[in-house]
Every structure is written in structure tokens, then in C-alpha cells.
């Protein structure tokens, strides 16, 4: 199977070989401290991805820590009241919109998608190196301005009147809404090249019904991303221009309305939970089923899962505000929706459960961590029955009952799997694998760690602590329980350190690995470990569900495309079939410069409103030149559009 | 559900799992079903999970080549599968019918016969009221609310400032007071007692400390107790106190808080002019005695950082006139 000539081979033709040294000299990243800031290659963006997201969910978790050391003690003085209020704000801001979608959909999508989807680079390149870059300016300005004491502190989700001008004096709930603006832009251009990308630049013969599951999950995403981000955008600004501009869209004195900001953030804010964990479903199955050594059970039904997950995401905001007094007929309805919503994510487990069960199951590391998903995400799933009746929900909404329930819903549901991940995708990013031993104890450290900080939390959220506390009073009953999940966080941490030096380790020392460790079946396996600057030497077709398992002996590759230029094959949505074929747009600077005069234009509206108005001088003039048409030797344009034209 | 609050020395005075009145117990039942359906499905799905992989695991070192699957097994799961989801969608209406039954309890409860107090959130206090008919007989404390026991109560709530969250979980679910909006919340106490309740959204610099008291005796102390809290002050009886009155309204004092049968009238802060009748002072945080009240007054920043009570630099002399004065306002 793993013989058909999609996959590279190891020894090259020498024809193949020159073939090989044109794709190279022509997809080469340029070099130098200058070419750095030029690359738009998919694979240098998505892992500059990962390698900022993870940096921000390291720098997340030592806050984490503080609090954790401030809470061990009932009336502690270790965090003063304005840091910890800092602290537990930037921690949930940047997990939510530093860590856990620009990992999740984000990283992973850019770097994986194009590669499981069998093509040269993802769509829109030079958008997706300015999406990169605007991430990494929103991230760095909310922690500059935490490192000067302007840490937002008025929870991830910043509540009006509390993060409104009249509650919320100096800048530090400005920087936060900004924040939310830069990654929102970026989050949506990977959207927008995601969908590109997988309905219009996969690989021939790759229908509807053999893209794999991963992919699904994040095309699911893209499009969750394209209909949810819209709220936020409305909610950030119009905190923003009240604020700044003073406009009274929450000042109630004014006929402005608290929860209107309410609805239009959890419109945004409970899909949101569904962006994190969709991909972290995507990676189990994509896991599961190379670890059970069969195709996916119920291929279609998980695929309609997904979707439907996607489309009922948007119909549950309401249950993050039931004790705000919402009409009762209202809440029912969210009730019923919240609990529906169980039935896809169930049919999903059932569906793991079968395919592990008819198969031939593997325990190596990713799949260990693929079982602590299961372990930790469906009991998050469980507390979300509690709080999807109204009437618990009033008792346990903004108590640490919910802290543990989210934490067990997202790290369970994004984590877990986001850590399988690295331990399954590893080799193909760096050539080398990683230590099992190493990763075996990061796992069970984690595992541990994880539930003896987090499911404490339930417990004394139902003996009535709430959320968001800075302290709390001795004699309440909550102090041996927070000294637990106080060492929890220990382990946690532990695991965590052993992770890293075990990436730095085995990205130098590791044993090679091959284009197809683990003999999978996506077509991220059939090209060479690292996949080189063109992805792949031919470009490959499909023959079923699993590219490489279902391979014909003779599977057929694309061959014709110039190799003297960026050029892709476009094929058609429903059935991949080819229908013609482009060229991407070379490397350059000016996404990187556009990035910073739109970066400049979002700080400088912090502190005055004119910030966007003269702002958007510099990004119209970085804009020209980014579009600015390259010349093309004019027989080449011809030929391009014959081509088309047939 | 008491099992998971049971502990040496946990008074239970702030836990959903301790109802004392219909609000809280119906919540609890509901929790209860919902608490041991999902247990029992966890344990087997995972338990499943587990047999699962056990019988079919292989150590190892090399990944085998992907097996064929025939179409009778999968047929067979199919049939599982289908099954497992119809159960799933059986619990999860059962869940929903026995919440929705507990909601509709809860919203029936009789608002024609409710004895009605206003509460009002302040960062970070709550303003209390007792309204009456007769200007002269409505009554104004803060953070201890006094309600008689077995007699359904109507909070009339709504927020001075931002938003917070009203929540006696022995007693009731929690409700937001928003500002900009008048909101309901009915409740009942059967058992006389005191029962913690703290604000549950997230309110600023000292959210932590923002509690209050619900205190529920029979009728006949209640009504002892509001016949007390209607009087006006009692005039200063000794030099002492008169020059710790002096002081009180000669200094910042006076700009924030009222003692009706002075001149002292503002309705910044707390009402004081049955100061000395509550047992905390700071929202819960602190036992009400000369020496913490002491303390609050010459610098609550230090005790409660943030909060808007400023310091005060007294002279030891009239800073022990004053809080002698204070607590003769029983």
C-alpha cells in the first residue's frame, strides 16, 4: 500500500532529480535576516504559529501558577487585589485568544490543511503571513502593557459598566478590546484561506466524501469563525468607542443597554468554545484511526456531526446568561438547545469507541493521549448538562463549579489532543520522533496533575466559592481543597517543563523518522519528513477516504504544471476534479509592513480615535504595494489563459 | 448530595448542597437526578472505552498495515451506535423535563402574598430596604437581611454601579442586579438560621469581599427587629458620645452615610443609624467591635483595598469618641 507512486520515493530519478532542484530553486522561503520577514510558505507561518501560541500558553500558565499560590491560603497577601484581578484577566485572554484559537485553528490548520489536502501552499499566502504577524502584535502589546502595570482586569470577557469608561478608568480595558481586535482580523484571514484552500485546492479525486476528518473539522471551523467573529468585533468596538469616543451604546443612564454587550459577546463567545474543541475532535479521529489501524467508523455520521455541531454552536449563547433574568420560555429554549447538542458530540464518542473496538489498536503516545481526552472531556461534557438547566445553572453559574467544567471541556477537549498532536505530528515537522519514554511521563504527569488541580474545583464550587475571588474567608470550608489543586498545578507544571525538553531534545537527537512513521493514511505522509519548500515533488490523486491505505497500485500523479513558477492546481468543489490551474504570489515584505501600520493604526486608536483615520494612510500605501502586479513574460500569460480557457 | 459537602468543620452556610427553603431544594433534586445519570453514564462509557482497547490492543514496535473492515461488523455497530444515541436523547429529555419542572415550581411560587425588600448592589455592599407604605416605617441596613421565616419573600433588585449577582445558595439560585434593569427573585426560608450569600459576577478591585447575611427568625423576633430598625437614632447620651457625634458630623463621615435623627443624610455609603445591630461591618468581612470598627475607620484601605471608604486621619481621642458613638446605635 504504502508502495504507490504518490508517495516520495526515497531514491530519485535523476530526471526526478532535476525536477526537485527547479521546485526548490523556485519555492525556496529567501534567505537572511531580511528573508525572515519575506516568507509566506504555510509551513514557516504555521509553525511560527505554533511556536508564538505556545509561547503565550506557557507565559498564561505561570500566571496560573501566582494565583494558584495566592489561593492555597484562605486571606493571603501574596497577589494584592489589582494584580491577581491582572492576573486571572490576561491568563483567560490570552488562553482564549492567544493560546486556544490560534493553536487550535489557527497553527494547525496552516501548517497541516494544504499538506492533508495535497497541495503547494496554502491560498492567499502573503494574507496568511499578515494574519501571522498581526497575531503576534495583538499578543505582544496585551503582555507589554500587563509587563507596565496595564494589565486588563476585567475578566476575558469584560463585562460592561465594569470595563466601561465610567468603571473601568485608564487604559488597561482599552488594550484588551484592542487585543481582541488584532486577533480577530488574523483569525479571520486564515478563515477565509482555509476555505479556499480545501474547496478549491485539493488534490484530484479528493470529493466531498474522501476529505479527511481533520479537514472537515477545520473547514467546520473556518466557516464557525466567519459567523461568529462579527459579534465580538461589534461588542470589543463599541466598548471601544464608548470609551474613547463617547458613544452611550452600555451606559444605561442613556438609554444604552448592559446586555446588549451580553448577547453580541456570547454570540460570539459560545461558539467560540466549539473553535477550540472541533479541532481537538478533528485530531482524535484523525489519531484514532491511524492507531486502531482501520478507517474511521461512521465516517459520514462524524462529518455531520461536526457540521451540526458547527450550526447549533450558535444557538446556545444564551445559557452563559440565565441568572441575568432572561424570560423564562427563553431559557427553556436554551436549555433544549444546550442539551441537544450532546447528541453529535455523542454520536462522535460512539463512533471513537466503535473504531477502537473492530480494530487493531497501537498504544503508542498519541494514542495515550487520545484516552486522557476521552477521560477528561467527557466528564467536562457531563457538568455541561448541569449547566444546561436553568435552575442549577443558578447555583453553580460563576462559581468555581464552572471553572472546573470549562477547564475540563477545554483542556480535555483542546489540550489533551493538541498534545497528541505533537507527539503524532512531530516527525513530520522535524524529521525526527519524539521520546516515547519522555512523553509517556508527560503524560501521566499531566493526566494526574490536571485532575488533582481541576476536579476539586467542583467540589468547592457546590460548597459556594465563587469565581473571580482574589481571596476568600478562612472557615469557609475551601481552604484544604484550593491547597490541592494548588499542587495539582506542580505536577502540571512539571510535565509541562519535561514536554519542552523533551521537544528540544528529540528535534536534535531524535531517531529519524521517515516520510511515514506510523504508516497513516493522509497525504501529509506521502511526502518526505520535513516536507520540503514545494510540499510535494508530484503532486498526488485520491482513491478513497484514507489517500494512502486506498491507493491504487498504480495511482496516478499530477504531472505538466511549470515548475519554473508558483504554480497550484485548482479542482472543483464537489468532486476535486481538475479545473485549472494558478500561481502564487511570490515572497515579500510588504504583508509584514502592512501588519505593522495596521498593528500602529489599532495601539494608536487606544488613545485617540484619530489613530484609525490617520492609520489608514500607511496601510492603504503598504496595501498598493502588496497588490502591486509582478511582471510575467507575456507568452506565459497567454499560454495561462489558453489554458483556462479550455 | 450532602456527601459532597461533608467535612470536618464546614458549616455548610454557603453551599447549594444544604437547602433550606423550597428555591434551593427543588435545584437540589434536579441536581441530584442529573448528578447520578451522568455518573452512572460515565462510568460505562468509559468503562466500554477501556474493555475496548484492552481486548483489541497489540504491543507493537512497527505499525501493522491497515485492516480491512467487513461490512457485517460494521453493520452491527451501526446497530450499537443507533441504539447508544437513543438512549443518550432519552436521558438528556429526561434531564430536561425534571429542569424544566423544577424551573416552573420555582416561578409559581406566590407573588400576591410576598413580603417585598429592595436590594440594591454597590461595589462593594449591599443596600437594603425595607418599604413602607408610610415614609417614616420603611427601614434601611445593609449587607444583613432579615426576613421572617416561612413567608415568601420578593428581592426587588436591581445595581447602583455595575453588575452583581445576588446568590444565598442555601437558599436560592443566584440572580444578576443590572443596572438599567428591576429584577425579581422569590425565595422562602423554612429553617430559622444564618445563611451566607456572597455577589457572584465578577464586580471589580474587591469582588471577594462583598457579602452579606440572610438572618431568619419568626415572625414575632422579625417584627421585633423592624419595629427596631424604623426608630431614628437615639440622641448621644454621654459627653463621649456627643463629641463622638461632633465628630462624625464634622468629618468626611458625613458626606456618605446617614444616621436618621441627625443631620447626616447621604446615601453614598451604607446607613448607620442602626449601625450597631449588625454583626459584621465591610460586607461580611469583618465581626462588628470596637476594634475592627476602629481599624476600618482610620484606614479601610488598608483592610479592603479599593474600596471607597477613604481614609480617615482621626486623633486617637476622637477616633475612640466616635466609635463609642457608633455603637450606641443599636
Known amino acids: ?646 | 448530595m450532602m456527601f459532597l459537602a461533608a467535612v470536618p468543620g464546614f458549616s455548610g452556610d454557603q453551599t447549594s448542597l444544604n437547602p433550606v427553603g423550597p428555591g434551593a431544594s427543588h435545584i437540589e433534586h434536579t441536581f441530584a437526578l442529573i448528578f447520578w445519570i451522568t455518573a452512572v453514564v460515565y462510568i460505562i462509557v468509559m468503562a466500554v472505552l477501556v474493555i475496548s482497547i484492552w481486548r483489541r490492543h497489540h504491543s507493537l514496535d512497527t505499525m501493522p498495515d491497515p485492516q480491512p473492515t467487513s461490512a457485517e461488523s460494521d453493520q452491527r455497530a451501526q446497530r450499537m451506535v443507533a441504539v447508544a444515541i437513543g438512549v443518550t436523547t432519552v436521558l438528556l429529555f429526561t434531564m430536561m423535563i425534571s429542569s424544566f419542572a423544577a424551573s416552573r415550581a420555582i416561578a409559581t411560587m406566590n407573588y400576591e402574598q410576598a413580603l417585598t425588600i429592595h436590594v440594591f448592589g454597590h461595589e462593594w455592599w449591599w443596600e437594603v430596604q425595607y418599604p413602607s407604605d408610610q415614609a417614616w416605617k420603611s427601614v434601611v441596613t445593609a449587607n444583613e437581611i432579615h426576613v421572617p421565616v416561612g413567608v415568601t419573600i420578593r428581592i426587588h433588585g436591581t445595581s447602583r454601579d455595575v453588575i452583581h449577582s445576588f446568590w444565598a445558595p442555601n437558599v436560592q439560585g443566584k440572580r444578576d442586579l443590572l443596572p438599567g434593569y428591576d429584577t425579581d427573585l422569590m425565595l422562602k426560608v423554612d429553617q430559622p438560621g444564618r445563611y451566607r450569600g456572597q455577589c457572584a459576577e465578577y464586580c471589580g478591585e474587591q469582588h471577594a469581599h462583598m457579602a452579606f447575611y440572610i438572618v431568619a427568625q419568626s415572625q414575632d423576633d422579625f417584627n421585633h427587629w423592624l419595629q427596631g430598625q424604623q426608630k431614628s437614632a437615639p440622641p448621644p447620651a454621654t459627653p463621649q458620645t456627643l463629641h463622638g457625634q461632633q465628630v462624625f458630623l464634622t468629618h468626611a463621615c458625613v458626606m456618605c452615610h446617614t444616621i436618621r435623627g441627625t443631620t447626616a443624610g447621604s446615601r453614598v455609603g451604607p446607613d448607620l443609624t442602626h449601625l450597631a445591630s449588625r454583626t459584621t461591618i465591610a460586607a461580611g468581612m469583618l465581626p462588628n467591635n470596637t476594634a475592627n470598627l476602629a481599624g476600618w475607620i482610620l484606614n479601610a484601605q488598608n483592610i479592603k483595598p479599593g474600596c471607597r471608604m477613604p481614609p480617615n486621619g482621626l486623633s486617637g481621642s476622637d477616633l475612640q469618641d466616635l466609635v463609642a458613638y457608633l455603637e450606641t446605635l443599636q
Open chain 1, 1 to 646: 500500500m504504502t508502495a504507490s507512486t504518490i508517495v516520495t520515493p526515497v531514491e530519485l530519478t535523476e530526471s526526478d532529480r532535476r525536477h526537485a532542484d527547479r521546485l526548490e530553486e523556485v519555492w525556496k522561503e529567501p534567505a537572511g535576516f531580511l528573508g525572515w520577514f519575506k516568507a509566506v510558505h504555510h509551513t514557516t507561518i504555521g509553525k511560527r504559529y505554533m511556536v508564538t501560541a505556545f509561547v503565550f500558553f506557557a507565559l498564561a500558565g505561570l500566571l496560573a501558577g501566582a494565583m494558584r499560590l495566592q489561593l492555597a491560603f484562605p486571606e493571603a497577601h501574596i497577589l494584592s487585589n489589582d494584580k491577581y484581578n491582572q492576573f486571572f484577566t490576561v491568563h483567560g485572554s490570552t488562553m482564549m485568544f492567544l493560546f486556544a484559537v490560534p493553536m487550535m485553528f489557527e497553527a494547525l490548520s496552516v501548517y497541516l490543511v494544504p499538506l492533508m489536502v495535497g497541495t503547494r501552499n496554502i491560498a492567499f499566502p502573503r494574507l496568511n503571513a499578515y494574519s501571522y504577524y498581526l497575531y503576534l502584535f495583538g499578543g505582544m502589546m496585551l503582555w507589554i502593557a500587563f509587563f507596565c502595570n496595564t494589565g486588563a482586569d476585567r475578566g476575558w470577557f469584560s463585562y460592561v459598566p465594569l470595563a466601561g469608561p465610567d468603571y473601568g478608568p485608564g487604559k488597561r480595558p482599552d488594550f484588551w478590546a484592542q487585543m481582541i481586535t488584532f486577533t480577530e482580523v488574523s483569525a479571520l484571514a486564515v478563515a477565509v484561506e482555509i476555505v479556499v484552500t480545501v474547496f478549491r485546492l485539493r488534490a484530484p479525486g479528493m470529493s466531498l466524501n474522501r476529505i479527511p476528518i481533520f479537514v472537515w473539522g477545520q473547514v467546520v471551523v473556518a466557516f464557525m469563525v466567519i459567523f461568529a467573529l462579527p459579534g465580538v468585533v461589534l461588542s470589543s468596538t463599541m466598548l471601544l468607542i464608548d470609551r474613547t469616543c463617547g458613544t452611550q451604546f452600555f451606559n444605561p443612564a442613556a438609554g444604552g443597554d448592559v446586555l446588549l454587550y451580553q448577547h453580541l459577546f456570547w454570540w460570539f463567545g459560545h461558539p467560540e468554545v466549539y473553535i477550540i474543541f472541533i479541532p481537538g475532535t478533528a485530531i482524535v479521529s484523525t489519531i484514532v484511526t491511524t492507531f486502531s489501524r482501520r478507517h474511521m467508523f461512521g465516517y459520514l455520521m462524524v462529518v455531520l456531526a461536526l457540521v451540526a455541531t458547527g450550526f447549533m454552536a450558535f444557538g446556545l449563547w444564551v445559557h452563559h446568561m440565565f441568572a441575568t433574568g432572561i424570560p423564562q420560555i427563553a431559557e427553556s429554549y436554551f436549555t433544549a438547545a444546550s442539551m441537544t447538542i450532546a447528541i453529535p458530540t455523542g454520536a462522535q464518542v460512539f463512533c471513537w469507541i466503535v473504531t477502537l473496538a473492530t480494530g487493531k489498536v497501537v498504544l503508542k503516545p498519541p494514542l495515550w493521549w487520545v484516552i486522557g481526552f476521552f477521560f477528561v472531556f467527557i466528564m467536562g461534557g457531563m457538568t455541561g448538562i448541569f449547566l444546561a438547566s436553568v435552575p442549577v445553572d443558578l447555583q453553580v453559574h460563576d462559581t468555581y463549579f464552572v471553572v472546573a467544567h470549562f477547564h475540563y471541556v477545554l483542556i480535555g477537549g483542546a489540550v489533551f489532543p493538541l498534545f497528541g498532536a505533537l507527539s503524532y505530528w512531530f516527525p513530520k515537522i522535524t524529521g525526527r520522533m519524539l521520546n516515547a519514554t519522555l512523553d509517556q511521563v508527560s503524560f501521566w504527569l499531566f493526566f494526574i496533575g490536571f485532575n488533582t488541580t481541576f476536579f476539586p474545583m467542583h467540589l468547592v464550587g457546590l460548597r459556594g466559592m465563587p469565581r473571580r475571588v482574589y481571596t476568600y474567608q478562612p472557615g469557609m470550608g475551601w481552604t484544604v481543597l484550593n491547597q490541592v489543586e494548588s499542587f495539582g498545578y506542580v505536577l502540571l507544571f512539571l510535565s509541562v517543563c519535561i514536554m519542552l525538553w523533551n521537544v528540544y531534545r528529540s528535534a536534535r537527537h531524535g531517531t529519524i523518522a521517515g516520510s511515514n512513521p506510523w504508516n497513516a493514511g493522509t497525504l501529509e505522509w506521502a511526502t518526505t519528513s520535513p516536507p520540503p519548500s514545494y510540499n510535494f515533488l508530484y503532486l498526488p490523486t485520491v482513491n478513497g477516504r484514507e489517500a494512502l491505505w486506498d491507493a491504487a497500485p498504480n495511482q496516478p500523479i499530477v504531472v505538466g504544471l511549470h515548475d519554473d513558477v508558483r504554480s497550484f492546481l485548482t479542482t472543483r468543489i464537489l468532486d476535486a476534479e481538475p479545473d485549472g490551474h494558478e500561481e502564487f504570489p511570490s515572497p515579500t515584505m510588504w504583508p509584514f509592513w502592512a501588519a505593522v501600520s495596521t498593528g500602529a493604526a489599532f495601539v494608536g486608536s487606544i488613545f485617540t480615535p484619530w489613530g484609525i483615520t490617520f492609520g489608514a494612510i500607511p496601510i492603504a500605501i503598504t496595501m498598493i504595494g502588496w497588490f502591486w502586479p509582478e511582471r510575467q513574460p507575456a507568452e506565459r500569460r497567454r499560454a495561462r489563459e489558453i489554458w483556462q480557457s479550455e
